[in-house]
C-alpha cells in the first residue's frame, strides 16, 4: 500500500466556515489516523471570486484548530507551487495535450450564442444541454478561426453515452448516466483552467490517494474521473462528506447564526470544543462518546464510520461542548486564552495582565468563575463587577432582598466583617463568621448570602459569595457593602 495523501483545498472566497473546517478536520483525521499526509493547497484560479486576506484567515483558523499540514504555504514541500494561481504552464501543458490527442477541442460560441440556444431549450423546458456545434469542426476551420483570433474557450469531449459506476468512499456505489454530461469548459476563454481541470491535474502530481470533501461536488466526480482517464493518471478514491444541516434541515445559512471560525473564536469558543463538535458532525465514536479529544479521535477514527446522511447542526450542543472543555482543560490554558476578552471588554489592560501579582489574581479569578459559564466570553462577563464599580442593583434582587430584614442583616454582616482582623479574610473565615450570625439569629445561611452576594455584585447570581469577598478584597467588599445599605434605606424610605 502506498502513503495515504490527501488534500484539503479551499477556494480563497472568504474566511473559513464550519464546512471548511470540517472537511479539512476528516482529511487531518484520516492523513493522521493512517500515518499519511495532509496537503494545503489554495484554489485561486477565478480572480472574480478571490477575497483579500481570505488565504490568510484561513491559515490562522486552521492553525488555532490545531490543524496541520505537511506540505503547501508556508512549509513548501516537493510539489510546489501550491497556490493553482501559480502553476498555469503545468495546467496549460496539459491542455495542449488533450488538444493534440482529440481529446478536447476548441469552442467559439459566444456567450451570446450559448445563451440564445439556452433560451430554445428553456422554451421547450428541456434542461440546458451544450448543443456542441464545434465539437467536429474540420482541422481547417479551426486553425483559420484560431489566426483571425477569435475567442474560444476548451472543452473536454466526453464519451455521449454510457454509464460510469463510483464507488463512494462514505456514499458507496453511485451510478452516472454520462449521457446527462456535457462536454464541459476545461479553459476558459481568458486561458485559465476550470476548477474540473485544475483539480485533477493537481491530485494526480500532488500525488492524492483519496479525494475527501463536500458533498457538492458529487456531480463534479464523474467528470474528473473522464480527466484522469483520458490524461491516463490513476484514479484516486473518493469519499464525499454528507451536508451540514440547519435544524429546520435547509441549508445552513448565515440567518442561523455564526458559520465561520474567527466568529466562534471570537464568541469565546475553544478550539478542543469546536473541533470535538465538528468531529461529531458526520462521525460516530465508539459507544457514542461525546468528549473526544482530537489525539483519542485520530486513534478510532474510521472512515467505514462516516454518515452518508445529512448531519443536523446544533449550537446547544456546541456550547455544551465547549462548557465541558472549559471546566476539563488546564486552568492556564484558559487564562491564556481568556485575556484578550478581559482586554477587549476594558476590564484589564495589557500592561496591567503584565504584572505576576495581577495574573495571579486574574488565574483565581477564572478558577472560581469558570464553574459555572460554557465560554470565554462569559467568563470576562461573569468577571466585570471585580474590575467595575456599579451603582445599580438587578431589580427583581432588590425587590426581594433588600428588604427591612435583609438590609440589617447586611448591616450586621458588613459589622461583623469590618470588626474582623485583617489576617481574616479567607473563604473559612468568612464561612465561620457568616454561619455564627446564622446561629444568632435562627436563620437560613440564604436569608444573609442572598443580600451580600446583591451587595457585592449588583447580581442575584455569581460564584460562590466567600470567593467573591476574598476576590474583592476586605476594603472593596466593605465599600460595596455601604453602598448596598445606603441603596437599599434610601428605597425603602422612598
Ligand atoms: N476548492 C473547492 C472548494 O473550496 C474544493 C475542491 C475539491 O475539494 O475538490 O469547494
Redesign the pocket.
Known amino acids: 500500500m502506498s502513503e495515504v495523501r490527501v488534500r484539503f483545498?479551499?477556494?480563497p472566497t472568504g474566511n473559513l466556515h464550519v464546512g471548511g473546517a470540517r472537511t479539512c478536520l476528516f482529511n487531518w483525521l484520516f492523513a493522521r489516523s493512517q500515518g499519511g499526509k495532509l496537503v494545503l493547497r489554495i484554489?485561486d484560479t477565478d480572480p472574480a471570486r478571490f477575497q483579500e486576506g481570505s488565504v490568510g484567515q484561513i491559515i490562522r483558523s486552521m492553525k488555532w484548530l490545531g490543524l496541520d499540514w505537511d506540505e503547501g504555504p508556508e512549509v513548501g514541500g516537493p510539489c510546489e507551487p501550491y497556490y493553482q494561481s501559480q502553476r498555469t504552464e503545468i495546467y496549460q501543458k496539459y491542455i495542449q495535450q488533450l488538444l493534440d490527442e482529440g481529446k478536447a477541442y476548441y469552442c467559439f460560441c459566444t456567450p451570446e450564442e450559448l445563451e440564445a440556444q439556452r433560451e430554445i431549450q428553456r422554451q421547450r423546458k428541456q434542461p440546458f444541454r451544450y448543443p456542441r456545434p464545434c465539437r467536429n469542426l474540420s482541422k481547417e476551420e479551426v486553425e483559420r478561426r484560431l489566426a483571425a483570433g477569435e475567442p474560444h474557450s476548451i472543452r473536454f469531449k466526453i464519451p455521449m453515452k454510457g454509464n460510469m459506476r463510483v464507488h463512494d468512499l462514505i456514499h458507496g456505489r453511485m451510478d452516472f448516466d454520462l449521457g446527462q454530461f456535457d462536454d464541459f469548459v476545461i479553459a476558459k476563454t481568458n486561458g485559465t483552467p476550470t476548477y474540473n481541470f485544475a483539480?485533477v491535474i493537481d491530485d494526480h502530481l500532488m500525488g492524492m490517494t483519496h479525494?475527501l470533501?463536500?458533498e457538492e461536488?458529487i456531480p463534479n466526480t464523474p467528470k474528473q474521473i473522464l480527466l484522469y482517464e483520458a490524461l491516463g493518471f490513476e484514479v484516486p478514491q473518493f469519499g464525499h462528506m454528507s451536508m451540514i444541516l440547519a435544524p429546520d434541515r435547509s441549508k445552513l445559512s448565515k440567518r442561523h447564526g455564526a458559520q465561520s471560525v474567527e466568529e466562534f473564536q471570537a464568541m469565546g469558543y475553544l478550539p478542543e470544543a469546536l473541533l470535538n463538535y465538528l468531529t461529531l458532525l458526520g462521525w460516530s465514536p465508539e459507544g457514542n462518546q461525546e468528549i473526544i479529544t482530537k489525539e483519542e479521535t485520530v486513534k478510532q477514527f474510521d472512515m467505514n464510520k462516516m454518515s452518508h446522511k445529512g448531519a443536523v447542526y446544533d449550537i446547544k450542543k456546541l456550547y455544551w461542548i465547549n462548557g465541558q472543555y472549559l471546566q476539563s482543560l488546564p486552568l492556564e490554558r484558559i487564562v491564556q486564552d481568556v485575556k484578550p476578552f478581559f482586554v477587549k471588554d476594558g476590564l484589564v489592560t495589557e500592561d496591567w495582565l503584565k504584572d505576576e501579582g495581577n495574573l495571579k489574581y486574574l488565574t483565581h479569578l477564572v478558577e472560581v468563575v469558570r464553574v459555572r459559564v460554557k465560554t470565554l466570553q462569559e467568563i470576562a462577563d461573569a468577571s466585570t463587577y471585580f474590575f467595575k464599580d456599579f451603582d445599580t442593583f438587578d431589580e427583581k434582587g432588590v425587590r426581594k432582598f433588600f428588604t427591612e430584614e435583609g438590609i440589617a442583616l447586611l448591616k450586621k454582616c458588613r459589622d461583623r466583617i469590618a470588626a474582623a482582623p485583617e489576617a481574616e479574610f479567607t473563604e473559612a473565615d468568612l464561612e465561620k463568621l457568616y454561619n455564627a450570625i446564622v446561629e444568632e439569629e435562627g436563620i437560613a445561611l440564604g436569608k444573609i448570602i442572598q443580600p451580600s452576594r446583591l451587595a457585592l455584585s449588583g447580581r442575584t447570581v455569581t460564584p460562590g459569595m466567600f470567593d467573591v469577598m476574598v476576590l474583592l478584597g476586605k476594603e472593596k467588599t466593605l465599600q460595596r457593602m455601604d453602598q448596598a445599605i445606603a441603596f437599599g434605606e434610601k428605597q425603602l424610605k422612598g
Do not use: Q
Request: aromatic fraction near 0%; proline fraction near 11%.
Open positions: 483545498a479551499p477556494s484554489e483539480v479525494v470533501r463536500a461536488h
